[in-house]
Nanobody, 125 residues
């Protein structure tokens, strides 16, 4: 089994920054594609960002591109989501997700086998 635990959420003012972490427990962390999704109040869960298992390449939703940065530290079994210039519309519960050697369809919830419990991000207007 792979267990994921998110942390780093909180309340910030618009324009501020937060750094979310996702700590993974399990073997072969470096072989897992790691994604971030978020769910705003009253809305469906949506794709935010993903980082490859193979070469560390990243992809982002248009809504966060240029403001958010994904990285991973395979020695610490941890991925980080640096969120800058936060907007009220970034508010929601942020979820970390993992799937073994996933190369396709990484922007869909159904592609991921493992999920964390989520961490709340609130951006005040």
């Amino acid at each position: 089994q792979v267990q994921l635990v998110e942390s780093g959420g909180g309340l910030v003012q618009a324009g501020g920054s937060l750094r979310l972490s996702c700590a993974a427990s399990g073997r072969d962390f470096s072989r897992y594609t790691m994604g971030w999704f978020r769910q705003a109040p009253g809305k469906e869960r949506e794709f935010v960002a993903v980082i490859s298992w193979s070469n560390g390449s990243t992809a982002y939703a248009d809504s966060v591109k240029g403001r958010f940065t994904l990285s991973r530290d395979n020695y610490k079994n941890t991925v980080y989501l640096q969120m800058n210039t936060l907007k009220p519309e970034d508010t929601g519960v942020y979820y970390c997700a993992a799937d073994y050697r996933r190369d396709t369809n990484w922007n869909y919830q159904s592609a991921y086998a493992y999920w964390g419990q989520g961490t709340q991000v609130t951006v005040a207007s």
